[in-house]
C-alpha cells in the first residue's frame, strides 16, 4: 500500500517497493542475461545551496517563515523525477541536479510574487507538484541563471469550489489526484482521470503535461476535462475559460495546458467533472496476433463503442505478463489458449464504469458484439485493475537486482501503427542487444491509437546512464516523422531535441515568442519544451 509523506518535508510519495518472486528472476535472467549480482543504492552528492542570502530573504518575506528551505532532504526530495535516469541519479549514478531551495507558496497570489521575486534575483523557478515527470520535465536545470529553486506547491490543495449544475469543479493544483477523488466524493462527482501516475501526481501536472489516463476512452484525456485555467506568471495572472465553448479568437486556454511550467504555473484548474461510478466491470480477452487485436481495437474505436478501459497487450507482453505471474492458474491459461487455437495469444482488457450493472451489461455487449473474442473472464480483468499502479514498484525491485527497465510512448493513425511498432522495436533492440521489447495499445482514437513501449535488459555496469540514452534517442530517431514524440508524457527535457520535427521551426518561433511574453527574463523552466537557447532568441 502506498503510503503518503508529508510533501512539505520531503516532496515526493514512496511506494513500498515489490519484491520479485524467485521464478521471476530466473526468467530475467534467462531472457536478458541479467547477473546474480544485487546493485544497491549510494548517497548522491549534494552541493551547498548557491541561492543568494538577499534572494533568500525576499522569498521568505513572500511566503512567510519555514517556507522556503535550503536543507539536504528538502533539496534532495525535489531533485529529478521518476525516470529510469533520473533514479539512477538519485541513488548515486551520474550527476543529480539539486535545487538550491524548496519554496513553498500558500495562495495562487504567492506564487505571482514568488515568479517576480525569482525574475528580479535571477533565480530559475523549476514547478513541482508530484514529481512523476518520466522525461526530465522537473530536472533542477539553472539555464544561465544564478540559482534554481523547486517551486513546490504542495500547500495548494484545496477544492475551491463545485458548481453541481454546471458540473464544474475547481481545484488547485498541488492537489494530489486521490486527495482530489476523495474531496470530490461527498458531491457525488469524479474526474475519472487515472494514469498510473494518479498515485503521486497532481491535478496541476496533469494539465501542464496534457495527461491522459487508463480510462481517457470514456472520460477523455485531461484537456478534455479543462473548462478554465488560473496561470502565475512573472508578468502578472491570466485567468482563461470563460464559456464551455467560444468562438472569441484561437483557444488560448490551449497554450497553457500542455506548457510544462515554461510560460507560468498553472496554480487552478477549472474541471469538468462526472457522477462517480456505480458499478465497474473489468474483463480479460484473448485474440490471436498483433495484427488480429490493433484491427479489434481500431473497429472499437471506429464504432465509438470502446470500453472505458481498452488496452491491448501485444505478444511479447502478453509473454511477460504470464511469465512473470507463474503459479499454476497462469499453466493453466496457457494451455487453454493453445486449446482455443491461440499460437500468438494477445490479451485484451476491457473496463466499463456505469450507473447501473444494467448500463454496463448494455455497454459490455455493444462493445463485444460480433467480434469473436476469446473470454478470460472477470478475475484477469480484476487482476489488471489491482495491479495497475505496480508498475513504479516492480521497478524499483527491477533496479534493485541490476535490470534496465523504462518506458516510452507514442501515438500514429492506424495505418502505421505496426509499422510504428515495428521501427522502435528495431532500433531499441539493435541499441539494447540481448532485451526485452514489450508494446501495449494505451489508448484507441477513431483515427489512430498510442503505442506504450516497456524495455528490460540487464543494466550496464560501466554506463547504466549512457546505455538508456543511447537507446532512447535510438527509439526517438525512429518515432520522428511517423508519430508524436510523446502522447502523455509531455517534452521535458529529454524530448526537446525532436519537437521541431513535429511543429517545425515556425511551431517552435511561435512558442518562443509566448514564453518572451510571459516569461521576459526566462526563469522558469529552463531547458524543457524548448531547445535549449531558443526561447532567449530574437
Not at 29 to 34: A, P, V
Not at 67 to 96: H, K, N, P, T, W
Not at 194 to 221: D, H, K, L, N
Not at 464 to 479: C, D, L, T
Request: proline share 6%; charged share 25%; hydrophobic share 40%.
Amino acid at each position: 500500500m502506498t503510503e503518503r509523506i508529508d510533501h512539505t518535508l520531503r516532496g515526493r510519495w514512496t511506494p513500498t517497493t515489490a519484491q520479485l518472486p524467485p521464478h521471476a528472476l530466473r526468467w530475467l535472467r534467462q531472457r536478458t542475461g541479467l547477473a546474480e549480482v544485487r546493485t544497491p543504492a549510494r548517497t548522491p552528492a549534494v552541493p551547498a545551496s548557491a541561492l543568494s542570502d538577499t534572494a533568500h530573504t525576499a522569498l521568505d518575506a513572500v511566503v512567510g517563515p519555514g517556507f522556503v528551505r535550503v536543507d539536504r532532504d528538502s533539496r534532495l526530495g525535489r531533485a529529478g523525477g521518476l525516470s529510469y535516469v533520473d533514479i539512477l541519479e538519485q541513488r548515486g549514478d551520474g550527476a543529480l541536479a539539486v535545487p538550491d531551495a524548496v519554496v513553498l507558496p500558500g495562495s495562487p497570489e504567492q506564487v505571482v510574487e514568488v515568479l517576480r521575486t525569482c525574475a528580479e534575483h535571477d533565480v530559475a523557478v523549476v514547478p513541482f507538484g508530484g514529481g512523476t515527470s518520466v522525461v526530465g520535465g522537473v530536472a533542477a536545470l539553472r539555464g544561465d541563471k544564478a540559482a534554481v529553486i523547486a517551486l513546490d506547491l504542495a500547500r495548494l490543495d484545496r477544492l475551491v469550489s463545485v458548481d453541481p449544475v454546471s458540473r464544474i469543479a475547481v481545484l488547485q493544483a498541488g492537489l494530489p489526484a486521490p486527495e482530489a477523488e476523495k474531496l470530490l466524493a461527498p458531491h457525488g462527482f469524479t474526474l475519472g482521470h487515472v494514469p498510473q501516475s494518479y498515485e503521486r501526481a497532481t491535478i496541476g501536472g496533469f494539465a501542464a503535461t496534457r495527461s491522459a489516463g487508463q480510462a481517457s476512452a470514456g472520460y477523455g484525456r485531461f484537456e478534455d476535462l479543462v473548462e478554465g485555467v488560473r496561470l502565475a506568471a512573472p508578468v502578472g495572472e491570466w485567468r482563461l475559460g470563460a464559456a464551455p465553448a467560444s468562438a472569441a479568437g484561437p483557444d488560448l486556454k490551449q497554450l497553457v495546458i500542455g506548457s510544462e511550467g515554461a510560460f507560468g504555473v498553472i496554480t487552478e484548474v477549472s474541471l469538468r467533472v462526472r457522477p462517480r461510478p456505480v458499478v465497474e466491470r473489468y474483463e480479460g480477452f484473448a485474440v490471436d496476433g498483433w495484427a488480429r487485436g490493433s484491427d479489434v481495437v481500431r473497429a472499437l474505436a471506429q464504432r465509438r463503442v470502446l470500453a472505458d478501459v481498452t488496452r491491448l497487450s501485444d505478444v511479447d507482453e502478453t509473454e511477460v505478463s504470464l511469465s512473470l505471474a507463474g503459479g499454476w492458474k497462469t499453466a493453466a491459461l496457457k494451455t487453454y489458449l493453445r486449446a482455443r487455437g491461440l499460437a500468438r495469444p494477445c490479451l485484451l482488457v476491457l473496463g466499463w464504469h456505469g450507473a447501473s450493472e444494467d448500463e454496463v451489461r448494455r455497454k459490455r455487449r455493444e462493445t463485444v458484439r460480433g467480434l469473436r473474442l476469446v473470454p478470460l473472464g472477470r478475475p484477469l480483468g480484476e487482476a489488471w485493475r489491482h495491479g495497475r499502479f505496480n508498475g513504479p514498484r516492480q521497478r524499483d525491485a527491477l533496479m534493485e537486482v541490476g535490470v534496465c527497465v523504462e518506458t516510452l510512448e507514442t501515438a500514429t493513425h492506424w495505418s502505421r501503427v505496426s509499422e510504428l511498432r515495428a521501427v522502435v522495436r528495431e532500433a531499441l533492440r539493435d541499441a539494447l542487444g540481448d532485451c526485452v521489447v514489450m508494446c501495449h495499445i494505451s489508448h484507441a482514437y477513431e483515427t489512430g491509437a498510442s503505442l506504450y513501449f516497456t524495455v528490460l535488459t540487464a543494466r550496464s555496469v560501466a554506463d547504466p546512464i549512457g546505455q538508456w540514452q543511447v537507446a532512447k534517442a535510438a527509439a526517438s530517431e525512429a518515432i520522428a516523422g511517423l508519430g508524436t514524440i510523446s502522447h502523455h508524457h509531455a517534452v521535458g527535457r529529454d524530448h526537446a531535441p525532436y519537437l521541431e520535427t513535429e511543429i517545425g521551426a515556425l511551431g517552435l518561433d511561435v512558442l518562443a515568442s509566448v514564453k518572451r511574453t510571459l516569461d521576459p527574463t526566462g526563469v522558469l523552466n529552463p531547458g524543457k519544451l524548448l531547445p535549449s537557447g531558443l526561447a532567449s532568441r530574437t
